[in-house]
Protein backbone atom coordinates (compact mmCIF):
# COMPACT_ATOMS: atom_id res chain seq x y z
CA UNK A 1 0.00 0.00 0.00
CA UNK A 2 1.04 3.60 -0.11
CA UNK A 3 1.18 5.57 -3.06
CA UNK A 4 -2.16 6.86 -3.61
CA UNK A 5 -4.27 7.54 -0.22
CA UNK A 6 -7.35 8.66 0.75
CA UNK A 7 -8.83 9.99 4.18
CA UNK A 8 -10.52 9.37 6.37
CA UNK A 9 -11.46 5.48 5.78
CA UNK A 10 -15.22 6.13 7.18
CA UNK A 11 -16.66 9.26 7.52
CA UNK A 12 -20.14 10.29 8.44
CA UNK A 13 -22.35 12.85 7.87
CA UNK A 14 -26.25 14.11 8.49
CA UNK A 15 -28.52 14.42 5.46
CA UNK A 16 -27.52 18.47 3.99
CA UNK A 17 -24.38 18.75 4.54
CA UNK A 18 -21.72 18.88 2.37
CA UNK A 19 -18.49 16.43 2.80
CA UNK A 20 -15.42 16.47 0.70
CA UNK A 21 -13.48 13.28 0.88
CA UNK A 22 -9.32 13.69 0.20
CA UNK A 23 -7.15 11.73 -2.47
CA UNK A 24 -3.31 12.55 -2.77
CA UNK A 25 -0.86 10.11 -4.51
CA UNK A 26 2.69 10.68 -4.59
CA UNK A 27 3.38 8.51 -7.66
CA UNK A 28 3.88 11.72 -10.43
CA UNK A 29 0.71 10.49 -12.04
CA UNK A 30 -1.05 12.63 -14.46
CA UNK A 31 -4.06 11.28 -14.31
CA UNK A 32 -7.09 11.12 -11.46
CA UNK A 33 -10.51 9.40 -11.03
CA UNK A 34 -12.75 9.31 -8.49
CA UNK A 35 -15.28 6.26 -8.36
CA UNK A 36 -18.45 4.65 -6.49
CA UNK A 37 -18.95 1.99 -5.70
CA UNK A 38 -22.52 0.07 -4.51
CA UNK A 39 -23.05 -3.20 -3.38
CA UNK A 40 -23.48 -5.61 -6.56
CA UNK A 41 -22.37 -2.65 -8.68
CA UNK A 42 -19.41 -2.38 -10.91
CA UNK A 43 -17.33 0.92 -10.08
CA UNK A 44 -18.97 4.09 -11.56
CA UNK A 45 -17.07 6.81 -12.42
CA UNK A 46 -18.00 9.99 -11.07
CA UNK A 47 -15.25 12.80 -12.29
CA UNK A 48 -11.70 12.26 -14.06
CA UNK A 49 -8.71 14.82 -14.36
CA UNK A 50 -5.91 14.30 -17.19
CA UNK A 51 -4.26 17.16 -16.32
CA UNK A 52 -3.73 20.26 -13.09
CA UNK A 53 -6.33 22.70 -13.68
CA UNK A 54 -8.91 20.02 -15.72
CA UNK A 55 -11.42 17.74 -15.25
CA UNK A 56 -14.20 15.99 -16.75
CA UNK A 57 -17.42 15.03 -15.95
CA UNK A 58 -18.11 10.63 -16.03
CA UNK A 59 -21.32 9.03 -15.93
CA UNK A 60 -22.60 10.31 -12.27
CA UNK A 61 -21.35 13.56 -11.64
CA UNK A 62 -24.67 15.09 -10.49
CA UNK A 63 -24.14 16.02 -6.84
CA UNK A 64 -20.67 15.94 -7.05
CA UNK A 65 -17.64 18.49 -7.66
CA UNK A 66 -14.11 18.10 -7.41
CA UNK A 67 -10.81 20.45 -8.28
CA UNK A 68 -7.17 20.02 -9.64
CA UNK A 69 -5.41 22.33 -8.32
CA UNK A 70 -2.50 20.82 -7.19
CA UNK A 71 -0.95 17.62 -9.34
CA UNK A 72 -0.81 15.02 -6.30
CA UNK A 73 -4.43 15.93 -5.14
CA UNK A 74 -7.92 15.25 -6.30
CA UNK A 75 -10.40 16.27 -4.03
CA UNK A 76 -14.11 14.91 -4.17
CA UNK A 77 -17.13 17.26 -2.78
CA UNK A 78 -20.24 15.30 -1.87
CA UNK A 79 -22.78 18.38 -1.80
CA UNK A 80 -26.25 17.76 -0.80
CA UNK A 81 -28.09 17.56 -3.93
CA UNK A 82 -26.53 13.89 -4.21
CA UNK A 83 -29.74 12.00 -3.79
CA UNK A 84 -27.86 8.82 -2.34
CA UNK A 85 -24.38 9.47 -1.22
CA UNK A 86 -23.66 6.76 1.05
CA UNK A 87 -21.01 4.44 -0.71
CA UNK A 88 -17.64 3.35 -0.98
CA UNK A 89 -16.05 5.77 -2.54
CA UNK A 90 -12.48 5.17 -4.37
CA UNK A 91 -9.88 7.19 -6.14
CA UNK A 92 -7.76 5.93 -8.67
CA UNK A 93 -4.35 7.41 -10.72
CA UNK A 94 -2.51 6.69 -13.39
CA UNK A 95 0.34 7.48 -15.44
CA UNK A 96 0.71 9.29 -18.65
CA UNK A 97 0.74 7.38 -21.36
CA UNK A 98 0.03 4.14 -19.48
CA UNK A 99 -2.75 1.64 -19.16
CA UNK A 100 -2.96 0.67 -15.89
CA UNK A 101 -5.15 2.66 -13.02
CA UNK A 102 -4.22 1.71 -9.09
CA UNK A 103 -6.52 2.75 -6.80
CA UNK A 104 -6.58 4.11 -3.06
CA UNK A 105 -8.18 2.50 -0.24
CA UNK A 106 -11.11 4.07 -0.56
CA UNK A 107 -13.64 6.08 1.80
CA UNK A 108 -17.11 4.78 3.27
CA UNK A 109 -19.15 7.42 3.82
CA UNK A 110 -22.05 6.73 5.56
CA UNK A 111 -24.71 9.64 5.72
CA UNK A 112 -28.09 9.24 7.54
CA UNK B 1 -24.24 2.55 -23.50
CA UNK B 2 -21.42 0.50 -23.43
CA UNK B 3 -21.25 -1.87 -20.62
CA UNK B 4 -19.59 -5.06 -19.67
CA UNK B 5 -21.00 -8.04 -18.24
CA UNK B 6 -19.62 -10.19 -15.60
CA UNK B 7 -20.60 -14.21 -14.90
CA UNK B 8 -21.08 -15.61 -12.42
CA UNK B 9 -21.24 -13.13 -9.57
CA UNK B 10 -21.02 -15.84 -6.97
CA UNK B 11 -18.66 -18.68 -7.16
CA UNK B 12 -17.44 -21.55 -4.82
CA UNK B 13 -14.72 -23.80 -5.00
CA UNK B 14 -12.84 -26.62 -3.27
CA UNK B 15 -9.25 -25.92 -2.64
CA UNK B 16 -7.20 -26.97 -4.95
CA UNK B 17 -9.96 -26.76 -8.36
CA UNK B 18 -9.62 -23.94 -10.55
CA UNK B 19 -11.97 -20.91 -10.88
CA UNK B 20 -12.90 -19.43 -14.14
CA UNK B 21 -15.18 -15.66 -13.98
CA UNK B 22 -15.85 -14.39 -17.67
CA UNK B 23 -16.64 -10.86 -18.81
CA UNK B 24 -18.42 -10.06 -22.16
CA UNK B 25 -18.06 -6.20 -23.15
CA UNK B 26 -19.81 -4.31 -26.14
CA UNK B 27 -17.40 -1.51 -27.16
CA UNK B 28 -15.58 -3.10 -30.25
CA UNK B 29 -13.13 -0.25 -29.69
CA UNK B 30 -12.20 -1.75 -26.26
CA UNK B 31 -8.09 -2.64 -26.12
CA UNK B 32 -7.08 -3.31 -22.83
CA UNK B 33 -8.54 -5.72 -20.03
CA UNK B 34 -7.49 -5.76 -16.57
CA UNK B 35 -8.98 -8.10 -13.61
CA UNK B 36 -8.95 -6.95 -10.15
CA UNK B 37 -9.00 -8.71 -7.17
CA UNK B 38 -10.49 -6.77 -3.77
CA UNK B 39 -10.63 -8.05 -0.39
CA UNK B 40 -13.54 -6.78 1.92
CA UNK B 41 -13.45 -3.05 2.86
CA UNK B 42 -9.93 -2.67 0.67
CA UNK B 43 -8.98 -0.99 -2.44
CA UNK B 44 -8.78 -3.07 -5.72
CA UNK B 45 -5.24 -4.97 -6.75
CA UNK B 46 -4.66 -4.89 -10.45
CA UNK B 47 -3.45 -8.57 -10.52
CA UNK B 48 -3.37 -9.12 -14.13
CA UNK B 49 -4.38 -7.40 -17.67
CA UNK B 50 -4.19 -8.13 -21.23
CA UNK B 51 -3.83 -6.07 -24.06
CA UNK B 52 -6.07 -6.24 -27.27
CA UNK B 53 -2.86 -7.49 -29.50
CA UNK B 54 -2.32 -10.82 -27.27
CA UNK B 55 -4.54 -13.86 -26.75
CA UNK B 56 -3.52 -15.15 -23.69
CA UNK B 57 -0.88 -14.03 -20.95
CA UNK B 58 -0.20 -16.14 -17.64
CA UNK B 59 1.49 -15.17 -14.60
CA UNK B 60 1.88 -18.18 -11.89
CA UNK B 61 -1.61 -19.90 -10.80
CA UNK B 62 -3.51 -16.86 -13.08
CA UNK B 63 -4.03 -16.76 -16.73
CA UNK B 64 -6.71 -14.45 -18.77
CA UNK B 65 -7.58 -15.44 -21.98
CA UNK B 66 -9.38 -12.81 -24.34
CA UNK B 67 -11.68 -13.23 -27.53
CA UNK B 68 -12.09 -10.59 -29.75
CA UNK B 69 -14.11 -11.82 -32.15
CA UNK B 70 -16.85 -12.90 -29.74
CA UNK B 71 -15.78 -9.81 -26.95
CA UNK B 72 -15.53 -11.74 -24.52
CA UNK B 73 -12.36 -12.55 -21.80
CA UNK B 74 -11.86 -14.55 -19.02
CA UNK B 75 -9.82 -15.13 -15.59
CA UNK B 76 -9.03 -18.44 -14.56
CA UNK B 77 -7.15 -19.17 -11.14
CA UNK B 78 -5.73 -22.65 -10.45
CA UNK B 79 -4.48 -24.14 -7.53
CA UNK B 80 -7.00 -22.05 -5.65
CA UNK B 81 -6.30 -21.36 -1.72
CA UNK B 82 -7.89 -19.62 0.64
CA UNK B 83 -6.43 -16.43 0.37
CA UNK B 84 -7.93 -16.40 -3.08
CA UNK B 85 -11.12 -15.75 -1.31
CA UNK B 86 -12.13 -12.09 -2.39
CA UNK B 87 -14.34 -10.14 -5.27
CA UNK B 88 -12.77 -9.95 -8.65
CA UNK B 89 -13.34 -6.92 -10.82
CA UNK B 90 -12.88 -7.36 -14.78
CA UNK B 91 -12.90 -3.94 -17.02
CA UNK B 92 -12.59 -3.13 -20.40
CA UNK B 93 -10.80 -0.16 -21.15
CA UNK B 94 -10.50 1.91 -24.44
CA UNK B 95 -7.33 3.75 -24.84
CA UNK B 96 -6.14 5.80 -27.33
CA UNK B 97 -2.90 7.64 -26.45
CA UNK B 98 -3.27 10.34 -29.92
CA UNK B 99 -6.88 11.06 -29.24
CA UNK B 100 -6.22 11.72 -25.24
CA UNK B 101 -9.16 8.98 -24.79
CA UNK B 102 -8.74 6.54 -21.58
CA UNK B 103 -12.37 5.21 -20.75
CA UNK B 104 -12.52 2.10 -18.35
CA UNK B 105 -15.90 0.28 -17.88
CA UNK B 106 -16.43 -2.17 -14.66
CA UNK B 107 -17.99 -5.42 -14.60
CA UNK B 108 -20.15 -6.00 -11.75
CA UNK B 109 -17.63 -8.61 -9.60
CA UNK B 110 -17.57 -12.49 -8.40
CA UNK B 111 -16.89 -13.26 -5.44
CA UNK B 112 -14.85 -16.33 -5.07
CA UNK B 113 -14.92 -18.69 -2.17
CA UNK B 114 -12.65 -20.99 -2.05
CA UNK B 115 -13.17 -23.63 0.80
CA UNK B 116 -10.75 -25.32 2.73
Known amino acids: DGGITQSPKYLFRKEGQNVTLSCEQN?????MYWYRQDPGQGLRLIYY???????QKGDIAEGYSVSREKKESFPLTVTSAQKNPTAFYLC???????????FGPGTRLTVT | GENVEQHPSTLSVQEGDSAVIKCTYSDSASNYFPWYKQELGKRPQLIIDIRSNVGEKKDQRIAVTLNKTAKHFSLHITETQPEDSAVYFC???????????????FGTGTRLKVLA
Open chain 1, 92 to 102: ASRLAGAYEQY
Open chain 1, 49 to 55: SQIVNDF
Open chain 1, 27 to 31: LNHDA
Open chain 2, 91 to 105: AAGTIAFTSGTYKYI
